[in-house]
């Protein structure tokens, strides 16, 4: 699990390209604070920052010791205060990070149909908090809204005391009925969510022991359970909850934030649909001094507004309007960033690997049609995808086919078939599958009718790609209809299973999850992750076994079977993969180590950059003065693969997993 569970990239993607010219300044934007220097020397010891600042100071006097109160001592209880820091103490806080989408969000709602977006996993999720939270170093259990936890014996009762000190944003306490109110709230049926009913299910309704103590017993043994319900269920004030329902959230939440006890919080009139969102931070945020929060957060405001033509933010981000860039063009890595700022180093580009499960993409078959509902028309249209062509020529060999729905993570299937290109195996399986005619067009027909389909995708810049395809298919004899939409309307389409085949891409996760993207139960139920309609007794079979496996290499064993079996189906015509993000970025911020977390996507520029004053204040000299350089870091950084190297010498089995 990362901090966010669900990434659907194709969604709502952020803006993928980036470089520069002859520039404006950049500015660190209105409404928000300068970063100033520390008043003193940075404590790099992580003992001089405390788990729990001001222990239960905030806590209700009526409450004793023993029901979680003032006095609290947790005997008994787990907790972890032996923890690294994930930020960077040396941080500032203040100013502005200016980031740009291809489309606006089409709600920015967390739960219910089309809230799994980016955007949301992404940033609105910095409003919201969990129980616990997971280092993403070690994926060690830390302190979040709870200090401490309990896990019964059998592993079906869990135990939580929240901290007395957090508060919402609108200054109410967080107390065990806000997370019996969320439980409720998330298996709401009006909510319209078939997996929160799938994975909160496997637990009963929550008990508030105490004001600061809360209970939740499991139906049935899952190693999971502790995991979700206090790792990835963000918790909602009852106060509000009290007045909603499930389908007055849908109705009247698109825009419109429940309050959060998070960092960061987007009102109402920072919301200019269709144009700009502002995420502002929270000044009166209840755990930033925590070590957990130590280097996180810093920007006064996250700025994101919606620029449709990428070439267009390309331009913006080339002139300073734009604060950083992720890359995703591998011909724009190779050949267009070398220009006069890089060189003078007012930009920096960056090569960046860590241990982030990349994910997969490919093009999605809705099964549930004809022709797709045949597996040798879609293992066909699978072999008439030349990758290694498309990845030499276009890609310039910066890429590698993925051959895994778990591509590049332990759990990832050797076995799994290549699918190299083959255009005479392809019409072979089309001929068996009744596709042997062709009409005067030379178009492949069956009963008379040609073999036509339709591919939707959601930015100009896969069309090179798409084009290729598209020729090549047409080679084959079949016509292939490429329909450029915007990401909010294929988000919707294929939530609604109105499609053919689809351009998507899927973030990883840490622990993965089958259940909830391939489980028959899901198959034929709109706004699911099971978008090709994906049915197989043996998936299902193996996705309740893997809820009882806690052992770590009981489930390699079973998502590598279970990746074999898909990737055997022909879901997707799977594409290629980096183990890297590339960033362009003004030259003004500090990083941490690594530049992201260990397991981090590109989110963590948000969460972890800072605007330096200092690198600043020369960056605004150099653009006015054209004869200035400055100093350009190393291209790649390898940081997080070298300290898992060591760890792996020193510790091989420290990474511990829940």
Known sequence: MKRNLLLLIAGLALGLTGACSRSSPPENGSGASTPSAPSGPVSMNKGDYPVFPDADAGADAAVPADQGGKGF???????????????????????????????????????GPESNSFFNYSVTTL?????VGLHPTTLDYIPSLATHWQISADKMTFRFRLNP???????????????????????DKTLQSPSNQLVFGKLERPEAESKYIVRV??????WRNFLYFGGSMRILPA???????????????????????GPYTIREEDIEKGKTITVRRRTDYWAEKARSNVGLGNFDALRFVVVRDENLAFEMFKKGELDAYPVSRARMWVEELNFENIQRGLVQKRKIFNGDPKGFAGFAFNTRRAPFDDIRVRKALTLLLNRRQLI??????????QHSYYAGTPYENPSNPKNEYNPQEALKLLAEAGWSSRDGQGRLTKNGSPLQLELLYTTKTFEPHLTVYQEDLRKAGISLNLRLITPETQFQMVNQRRFQMAHMAWGGLLFPNPETSYHSSLADVDNTNNITGFKNARVDTLCDEYDKMFAVEERVRAIREIDGLL??????????SAPYIRVVYWNKFGTPPGYLSRTGDYAGVWQMWWIEPEKDATLQQAVRDPSRKLAAGPEEDRYWIEYGAKQQLSQPQARRNP
Do not use: C
Not at 89 to 106: S, W, Y
Not at 127 to 131: F, I, K, T, V
Not at 217 to 222: M, V
């Open 567 to 576: 990737a055997n189906s022909y879901q997707y015509v799977l594409h290629w």
């Open 127 to 131: 409003a919201y908090e969990s129980l």
């Open 73 to 111: 001592t947790g005997q008994g209880w787990e907790t972890n205060t032996d923890f690294d820091f994930i930020g960077d103490p040396r941080a500032r806080k203040g100013g502005v990070f200016r980031d740009h989408l291809t489309d606006f969000p089409g709600t920015l709602r967390l739960e």
């Open 239 to 261: 106060h509000v909850l009290k007045t909603i329902n499930g389908d007055k959230y849908l109705k009247e939440y698109n825009y419109k934030l429940l309050p959060g006890s």
């Open 165 to 187: 000190n957090a508060r919402f944003s609108d200054g109410m306490p967080v107390t065990s009925d806000d997370v019996v109110a969320t439980y409720d709230f998330i298996m």
């Open 217 to 222: 017993r499991a139906k049935e043994l899952n």
């Open 392 to 401: 030499e020529k276009i890609m310039l060999n910066q890429y590698e086919p």
